[in-house]
């Protein structure tokens, strides 16, 4: 199984890859896509979707998993911002016809750590501790994005196992009657 996780964002969007199979990693990576502050939005929105889009044909992840927007009320206009980034990532993971899944960050934080609150510092460090990787994952975009990649393989191994087990209740129930 391979999950892309994407912490959005307009200036850095986090991309974490990983591969696996319940909690063992067979491998991983992570970087982001980044677009030059003095770009006119529109163009900084199309460097995100085109290389979000690429990444995805070339990986073909299973699934996509995106942190969900929020907005801070002290800054509504980089909720709206952060909002159109959001958007053509789903649009890119929309074209490339994959299941998609969006985390609220507090979710992400509350799964990796045990603390809906934790510092970004925080998550960093448990993504380093279940990938097993001593030195730091940066930027925190990086991390983050990794973070929500190894819930989306951890949740969707739990999927299929439900799926199965619940498929083999109904045959066996079935056999029975």
């Known amino acids: ?4 996780g994407i912490d959005p964002g307009l200036a850095a969007t986090g991309v974490g890859i990983v591969r696996g199979k319940w909690r063992r990693i067979a491998g991983y990576a992570f970087g982001c896509i980044h677009t030059p502050a003095n770009t006119p939005l529109p163009d900084r929105l199309n460097q995100i979707f ?5 990444i995805l044909k070339d990986e073909k992840p299973d699934l996509m998993v995106v942190e969900d ?3 801070l009320e002290r800054y509504p ?12 990532i789903l649009l890119a993971g929309c074209q490339t016809g994959m299941p998609i899944n ?8 509350q799964v990796l750590t045990g ?7 925080q998550l960093e460090k448990s993504v ?8 730091p994952i ?9 973070a929500l990649a190894l819930i989306g393989l951890l949740r969707r191994q739990n999927t299929i196992r439900e799926r199965s087990a619940e498929k083999k209740s109904a045959e066996i129930s079935f056999q029975h009657s």
């Not at 085109?50 to 690429?54: R, V």
């Not at 380093?128 to 030195?135: A, D, E, Q, S, V």
């Open 128 to 135: 380093r501790c279940m990938l097993n990787l001593n030195t």
């Open 1 to 4: 199984m391979k999950v892309i």
């Open 50 to 54: 085109s290389k979000l889009l690429l």
């Open 77 to 88: 206009k980089a909720g709206i911002i952060l909002g159109k980034a959001t958007g053509v």
């Open 138 to 146: 940066k930027p925190f975009h990086a991390s983050d994005a990794m």
């Open 102 to 109: 969006e985390i609220p960050v507090r979710e992400a934080k």
């Open 69 to 71: 927007v929020f907005s």
């Open 115 to 121: 603390n809906g609150n934790a510092s970004k510092k």
